[in-house]
């Protein structure tokens, strides 16, 4: 549940106004204490009142000696700089109070004449409108035109943008050169075939020397009968080869 708010104003009644004043002494000591401990600065609180013989100070009266006599050391200019009275103070929460009035009355108008302006749209009639709400109604269809034609200027740069951009990258595209060939493994069949001429190299004197022994030629040369078949050696009657071909069935 939100405060009320409490009219400033003298109050009339005594009793009130004591414990008022009882309450709002102790509220106020305790903010000056506050502040001086958190903000770390010098503050003083000198208190008159008709209910008690002595003024109430904080936080003690040395300590408001030394504060007004640093106050007082100051240039008369500087003292006066930030100096308000009970006068004063009214007069700036006064015209304070009339910026925020002025500020809401525009603030309900220009709502009050958008609301007549979509309501004209709809075919509501303007004739029991005054000159003053019909300049008011002009100038509230100016300002959303205007902001209509700020937001289409914007969208259409934006997409200039976007378009331009896009372009680019499709010429950056064109110009780029081509991208090289895929090599398929022809460096890696290269390498390889390399390695095998290098083991073949090796290996192709001893295997020379194999086709020279006659066990080997008897194995290689086909035998031949007198009925003019030929027979492989180690093969089946029906001449079943004994290496398969993986090229052809």
């Given at each position: 549940?939100?405060?009320?708010?409490?009219?400033?104003?003298?109050?009339?009644?005594?009793?009130?106004?004591?414990?008022?004043?009882k309450?709002r002494?102790?509220?106020?000591?305790?903010?000056?204490?506050?502040?001086?401990?958190?903000?770390?600065?010098?503050?003083?609180?000198?208190?008159?009142?008709?209910?008690?013989?002595?003024?109430?100070?904080?936080?003690s009266?040395?300590?408001?000696?030394?504060?007004?006599?640093?106050?007082?050391?100051m240039?008369?200019?500087?003292?006066?700089?930030?100096?308000?009275?009970?006068?004063?103070?009214?007069?700036?929460?006064?015209?304070k109070?009339?910026?925020?009035?002025?500020?809401?009355?525009?603030?309900?108008?220009?709502?009050?004449?958008?609301?007549?302006?979509f309501?004209t749209?709809?075919?509501?009639?303007?004739?029991?409108?005054?000159?003053?709400?019909?300049n008011?109604?002009?100038?509230?269809?100016?300002?959303?035109?205007?902001?209509?034609?700020?937001?289409?200027s914007?969208?259409n740069?934006?997409?200039?943008?976007?378009?331009?951009?896009?372009?680019?990258?499709?010429?950056?595209?064109?110009?780029?050169?081509?991208?090289?060939?895929?090599?398929?493994?022809?460096?890696?069949?290269?390498?390889?075939?390399?390695?095998?001429?290098?083991?073949?190299?090796?290996?192709?004197?001893?295997?020379e020397?194999?086709?020279?022994?006659?066990?080997?030629?008897?194995?290689?040369?086909?035998?031949?009968?007198?009925?003019?078949?030929?027979?492989?050696?180690?093969?089946d009657?029906?001449?079943?080869?004994?290496?398969?071909?993986?090229?052809l069935?």
């Open positions: 549940m939100t405060r009320k708010k409490v009219k400033l104003c003298y109050i009339v009644n005594d009793s009130a106004r004591k414990a008022t004043f309450k002494k102790k509220g106020l000591l305790k903010k000056v204490s506050e502040l001086s401990t958190l903000c770390g600065i010098d503050a003083c609180a000198i208190v008159y009142s008709p209910y008690d013989n002595q003024p109430e100070v904080w936080p009266h040395h300590g408001v000696q030394r504060i007004v006599s640093q106050f007082k050391r240039p008369e200019m500087e003292q006066s700089k930030k100096m308000v009275n009970q006068d004063s103070f009214l007069r700036q929460r006064i015209v109070s009339n910026d925020q009035l002025k500020k809401q009355m525009k603030d309900n108008r220009e709502k009050e004449m958008t609301e007549l302006m309501q749209l709809v075919g509501r009639s303007l004739h029991p409108f005054n000159i003053m709400d019909l008011d109604l002009v100038w509230t269809i100016d300002q959303y035109l205007k902001d209509i034609r700020k937001f289409q914007d969208t740069n934006r997409m200039s943008l976007a378009a331009g951009s896009s372009s680019s990258s499709s010429a950056a595209a064109l110009l780029a050169p081509p991208p090289p060939p895929p090599d398929h493994g022809v460096m890696k069949n290269v390498g390889e075939n390399s390695q095998a001429a290098a083991a073949g190299n090796s290996t192709s004197g001893g295997f020397q194999m086709e020279k022994q006659p066990w080997f030629m008897d194995l290689m040369s086909p035998q031949v009968n007198f009925g003019g078949d030929i027979m492989l050696p180690f093969g009657t029906c001449h079943t080869p004994l290496w398969s071909n993986k090229f069935p």
